[in-house]
């Protein structure tokens, strides 16, 4: 009897196992009510395209509101929250979801099992921003040379910035500011549209999907120390200033801490 035991308990081990890698790569359906989630997919469109105008509109009231202009303290402050926000998001929500799509049971273990995709894809999109980011900068500081200082500082102040330095005329403004802030909201609405056909467990799109989320955390990791953090913390009038040092530092990481604790729940 005990080879019989030995096999009834092996075959309720792997059955299991079986069903659940039968079902893995399958239309993953169980669990999901998409009726339930398009609401949250509408309130996301709404909330991702009114956040995004105002991020880009700020700079641009500094004109008129003393408060909001880039150099602050009030807006220092700002910045190191939203790089902490960035940050996490990038090494907490996105690349750990990269890492699982790219190394599912449902692609092939040759070559997905054999090399950490994932944090490559990240790495590569990390350097490629910084020499994107230096070829760029280095071009527009050579044709303004007279003034780089104002240059560099467009460079890093973000699109809202980089359009008050501009000067740009009120259409071009507007145009700016709807495309930054309709990418992502359109994203979500193609995602709605096939939502119905498109299978999320398909070797294909879990390739697609795991390194475009590779890259975006390594754009991502980038912006928020590079382009955020570095430049304003090694800013003269922050270092100057010991309790603004203090302060953009818990921004920072109530910024991260908070965005890290969503993923609790999301």
């Not at 092996?10 to 169980?30: F, K, R, S």
């Not at 989630?37 to 995004?52: M, Y």
């Not at 997905?112 to 230096?134: E, H, N, R, Y």
């Amino acid at each position: 009897m005990r080879p019989l035991h030995i096999f009834l308990v092996l075959g309720l081990t792997l059955v299991p196992v079986a069903v659940h890698a039968g079902c893995d790569c399958a239309a993953d359906e169980a669990g999901r009510d998409k009726s339930r989630a398009r609401p949250l997919k509408i309130a996301a469109f709404f909330s991702i395209l009114v956040c995004g105008s105002i991020g880009c509109l700020l700079p641009m009231l500094g004109r008129r509101v003393p408060l909001l202009r880039p150099e602050t303290d009030v807006f220092f402050v700002v910045k190191a929250f939203a790089a902490g926000v960035i940050l996490a998001t990038g090494f907490i929500h996105i690349l750990p979801d990269a890492f699982d799509k790219l190394t599912s049971s449902c692609l092939p273990d040759s070559p997905w099992q054999d090399f950490p995709f994932a944090g490559f894809g990240a790495m590569v999109a990390a350097i490629a921003t910084l020499v994107v980011d230096t070829l760029a900068t280095g071009y527009f500081n050579r044709m303004h040379y007279k003034q780089q200082a104002g240059a560099r500082a467009a460079g890093r102040n973000g699109l809202g910035g980089c359009i008050v330095q501009a000067k740009f005329k009120l259409r071009s403004i507007v145009t700016m500011v709807l495309s930054f802030s309709l990418t992502t909201p359109v994203g979500i609405l193609i995602g709605i549209g096939i939502s119905s056909v498109y299978n999320e467990n398909s070797p294909k799109a879990l390739i697609v999907e795991g390194v475009l989320n590779s890259v975006a955390a390594g754009i991502l990791v980038y912006m928020a120390l590079v382009d955020l953090l570095a430049e304003d913390f090694m800013n003269p009038k922050v270092q100057g200033k010991a309790k603004l040092q203090l302060a953009i530092n818990v921004s920072l990481l109530l910024g991260a801490g908070l965005m890290s604790l969503l993923a609790k729940w999301a």
